[in-house]
């Protein structure tokens, strides 16, 4: 239990100790401070997988159908996303146990073409090869995106903003396709 009293009482040291014991390290989890992360070598094995598998895993062309949010009904597009490990890949382990590695996107739509190209992380849990996040915000474009692999294939789904006024709406998203199993993700 967490007893507030006056700062004026007991200070402002006394505070940020009270405030510092909620971030962590209670239950055994490392508090937000201590959790920078280190780099990890490209051929390092984590559980059983390397950085340039988990990376190789997830490149490649991944298409979604993509709808514009619109008022009025429009035609879907289609999104697509190109990945490729960045040269020469950086790889992050952060005490979590998250993988992050460097990843060169390319975002197209087949109606409009060629939206953004930029570098970003693609995360995922150290040791597997079968789901993976990338996200990335700046001043033109916001992407979220689940990467999610099925049967040997990788899917794709989630959201896109953007400031290009010659698109039918600045928000968009690319729902997971139905695998017959019920499956969350995305079309690849």
């Not at 159908?65 to 008022?71: H, Q, S």
């Not at 020469?88 to 409009?112: E, F, K, Q, W």
């Not at 996040?133 to 990788?154: H, K, N, P």
């Amino acid at each position: 239990m967490v007893v507030m009293r006056s700062t004026r009482q007991y200070g402002w040291g006394a505070l940020l100790i009270t405030l510092s014991s909620c971030l962590g390290g209670q239950t055994g989890q490392p508090t937000a401070a201590s959790c920078d992360g280190r780099g990890v070598a490209t051929d390092e094995a984590l559980s059983g997988v390397t950085p340039l598998q988990f990376a190789a895993a997830f490149a490649g062309t991944h298409t979604a159908t993509l709808a514009w949010e619109t008022p009025d009904p429009t035609p879907h597009d289609e999104l697509t996303l190109e990945l490729r490990p960045r040269e020469p890949l950086r790889a992050v382990l952060d005490c979590y146990d998250d993988l992050s590695v460097g990843t060169d996107v390319v975002l197209t739509t087949r109606d409009h073409g060629e939206l953004a190209r930029f570098d970003a992380f693609l995360r995922g849990r150290a040791g597997q090869l079968t789901s993976a996040r990338l996200e990335r915000t700046d001043s033109f474009v916001a992407l979220d995106v689940e990467l999610f692999v099925v049967e040997g294939e990788v899917h794709v789904a989630g959201s896109l903003t953007t400031r290009d006024s010659a698109l039918p709406a600045p928000n968009a998203i690319f729902p997971a396709p139905d695998l017959g199993g019920g499956a969350a993700g995305g079309g690849g």
